[in-house]
């Protein structure tokens, strides 16, 4: 099992930045990739990000492209996003994820994909 936890998370106005933490604990050394995903009040979850676990490939929804940053530090096990210039629309849950497996698009857009989530972070933007 692999257990991830969110962490920095919070109430910020429009145009300021966040960088959210996800740890992961256990067996680590089955995840392929982590991914952040997003789900807002009423809205379905969206894909955020996706990042290789040992390589540094790196997927981005298109309306996150450019102002949203995923990273690793594998030492610390921890998956980070950089959230810049945010804006009210970005209000919403934020989920770490972790696949055992190599995926394509469309699929490393997709929920099932992924095999371990956490408890999700809020992110609150005011305008």
């Known amino acids: 099992q692999v257990q991830l936890v969110e962490s920095g998370g919070g109430l910020v106005q429009a145009g300021e930045s966040l960088r959210l933490s996800c740890a992961a604990s256990g067996r680590t050394f089955s995840i392929y990739a982590m991914a952040w995903f997003r789900q807002a009040p009423g809205k379905e979850r969206e894909f955020v990000a996706r990042?290789?676990?040992?390589?540094?490939?790196?997927y981005y929804a298109d309306s996150m492209k450019g102002r949203f940053t995923i990273s690793r530090d594998n030492a610390k096990k921890t998956v980070y996003l950089q959230m810049n210039s945010l804006k009210p629309e970005d209000t919403a849950v934020y989920y770490c994820a972790a696949d055992r497996a190599r995926a394509t698009m469309p699929y490393l857009q997709q929920q099932q994909q992924y095999d371990y989530w956490g408890q999700g972070a809020q992110v609150t933007v005011s305008s």
């Open positions: 990042i290789g676990w040992s390589d540094s490939s790196a």
